[in-house]
């Protein structure tokens, strides 16, 4: 980058101090890798929706990480997968474009997964992006014994020695536990490039409000039915306005929102007998959307059928695809 730190200012120091760093770094890997976990560890707040269900993130969510000697902008892809639908195909556009754009590709790979052929093909295109420096981060390592852990080093090493790179790092974590999470973003630092930090002080993510709400309304709208509708559920907010009646200390901010599914056949299974499955992503929803917009939040959600919406390139395009 060519924007500097102020090299006048820094004259007068006596002692030389280590240029800040400030840059992009990405995690990359299959579906459900751990990736969005990761993120919101490294920032320390909720900025990447998670979901024990592949597939979850749709939208690239830039996670800033403020240090005194560095700021690292934390990129979520989607998982490259092998594209069914339409949105498939268009998610995994976005991963091959943000890979092109990062200072640094982090590899996520699961400890208690084997690497399979879906790993094998996402570091078999990883190698040909010759400049960017690569870490592979096996996550979860929460989940297995230190043998397994080990295994899973020399698996990750051996692939790229048979591609024919290095990995600039190879680090286990465990986001859920908080190991090695700092360490990690440690070994990031120094791979960016010279710059001033490029976000504010205490700004933790530039994704548009409006977006990160609906993404936790589709969070808590995914729990308890992966099985039924894994990924068939969108989600819009219409409008989030302040109440005008309130006085200035008890505010109140109005959120319309509509949650999509593909089938009329599906309407029930978000509604739930008495509408009570609604009503509780509304509540579980609710206490997140207060904790990242700092107000008390009324919450107005309504279902609606968008036929076939992951083929349909006009309902893609609505849905802010």
């Known amino acids: 980058m060519s924007a500097r730190p102020n090299q006048e ?36 707040q909720k900025v990447a929706i998670t979901s024990n269900r ?3 993130t749709r939208h690239t969510v830039r996670g800033i990480v403020h240090r005194a000697d560095a700021q690292l902008i934390l990129v979520d892809t989607p998982g490259l997968h092998k594209p069914r639908t339409l949105l498939g195909e268009r998610l995994n556009d976005v991963v091959r474009t943000t890979w092109a754009e ?10 208690d ?8 093909y996402i570091v078999k295109e990883l190698a040909g992006i010759k400049k ?31 591609l024919g790179f290095e990995w600039a790092e190879i680090i286990p974590v465990s986001a859920v536990k908080d190991q090695q999470v700092g360490l990690l973003a440690d070994l990031i630092a120094p791979l960016l490039p010279e710059s001033p930090p490029l976000y504010p002080e205490g700004d933790l993510t530039d994704e548009p409000e409006m977006v990160m709400v609906a993404e ?33 200390d008890k505010p109140l901010l109005d959120i319309h929102a509509n949650v999509y599914i593909e089938r009329p056949s599906q ?11 609604l009503k509780d992503v509304g509540t579980k929803s609710r ?23 992951q083929r349909d390139p006009k309902q893609l395009r609505k849905l802010g695809f």
Not at 24 to 33: E, Y
Not at 228 to 237: G, M, T
Not at 267 to 277: L, M
């Open 54 to 56: 592949p597939q979850t």
């Open 216 to 248: 936790l309304i589709r969070e808590a709208a995914l729990e308890g039915v992966r099985d039924e509708l894994p990924h068939s559920i969108a989600v819009v907010v219409e409008e989030m306005l302040p109440r005008t009646d309130r006085p200035a």
């Open 267 to 277: 309407k029930g299974i978000i509604i739930g007998p008495k509408g009570q499955r």
């Open 113 to 120: 997964q084997k690497l399979g052929p879906g790993d094998k």
């Open 287 to 309: 206490k997140h959307i207060e904790a990242l917009l700092g107000t008390p939040v009324f919450l107005d959600l309504h279902v609606k059928v968008a036929k076939d919406w």
């Open 132 to 162: 960017t420096p690569k870490i592979a981060i096996i996550t979860k390592t929460d989940l297995v014994e230190s043998k397994a852990l080990a295994e899973q080093l020399l698996a990750v090493s051996a692939l790229a020695d048979e």
């Open 9 to 44: 200012s820094a004259a007068p120091q006596a002692e030389t101090t280590s240029p800040h760093r400030a840059g992009f770094a990405c995690f990359v890997g299959r579906p459900n890798a751990g990736k969005s976990t990761l993120t919101n560890a490294l920032v320390g």
């Open 102 to 111: 990062v200072d640094v590709i982090g590899f996520c790979l699961p400890a």
